[in-house]
């Protein structure tokens, strides 16, 4: 029996009702939720070949016409690819197929219809500031499955929701989709609406924004680009696949060649307004996961750090001596202001802490 658009629904229905995250897809395997970041097996047949390229055809069709036989060559000449599709009245799913050991397997991450708020993903006020900031380098940094995106969508909700701007997004593909409510917002999706980021990106200078949100910093184009996009009073906001603030510095210099890193460290101090870094913390309730947050605002010692006046690691004390004075605060703070408020347990805090006497540093406050 064929794998139908009915059955890929139930799948995402069980897949909500369970709060999973993602959904694995593989051949000869039972499908697979990402609940609360673990992977979970789910009670279901094995999928077949055919079950896969069923699956396939659904979501390859959607976005483009295609037949099946044109649809089975374009899985044949490719490795991976990435794309969207609509379950309807449910959510989007962002997909990436695969072939691994000659094998095919679909990896779906599920979006939500309606657009998170910085609210109820918990994350600090000082994101609304950073958020309706007029220009600048903010950058959202983050391990897979950290939930930039979800981060960077709540950001242009909120100045969607309070500023009347242009906000052009150029992403691969496209997640959340906006409402028009205060802002006038313009998506556009790589290989549907733009070639790819840097053109995109070129253009995006030449259509009057005001903010500019990019999916990803992936070269040096981009980042290049993005900066000077900061440097001439556009708001610009996008992700990275970094850990905190100092990694963001240190990642983002090393990109470029030796020659150009000086370049690259003074127009970084003079762009970048803010690094918002987070990872995933289980809930003391057992209710799923909340952010641990460490924002680093831009300041005359954070620039100082930037350039190679003071040393790198530094910028840890800056950001520290900033909670409650410029916005900036520490993974450890962020931490302990979770604890005191008992959304996580000590031992939560520890694992993710960076200091290793963390829980003895609680007891002299």
Sequence with gaps: MGFTEKNLQDLVNLAISNEASDIHIRENERPCFRIRGVLTSIKSPELTHDNIMDICNLIIA???TQTKDEIKKIIENISEKDGSYDVPDLCRLRYNILKFQKKIAIIFRIIRLNVPTIEELGLPDAVKTIALSSRGLVLVTGTTGSGKSSTLAAMINHIN?????HIITIEDPVEFVYPQIKSR???????TDTKNFHLALRSALRQDPNVISIGEMRDTETISIALKAAETGHLVLSTIHTTDAITTISRLISMFPSEEQENVRK????GLYST?????VKRADGKGMCPAIEIMINTPGIKDCILGKEDLMKMYTYITKGE???GSISFDQYLKKLLHKKIITDKVAAEAASASDFLKSLEFE
């Design 324 to 326: 409650g004075h410029t």
């Design 267 to 270: 127009r970084l101090a003079d």
């Design 161 to 165: 929701n309070n500023k009347r701007v």
């Design 62 to 64: 959607n976005e483009q």
């Design 185 to 191: 917002i313009t998506q556009r999706e790589i290989g």
């Design 276 to 280: 918002i870094s987070q990872r995933l």
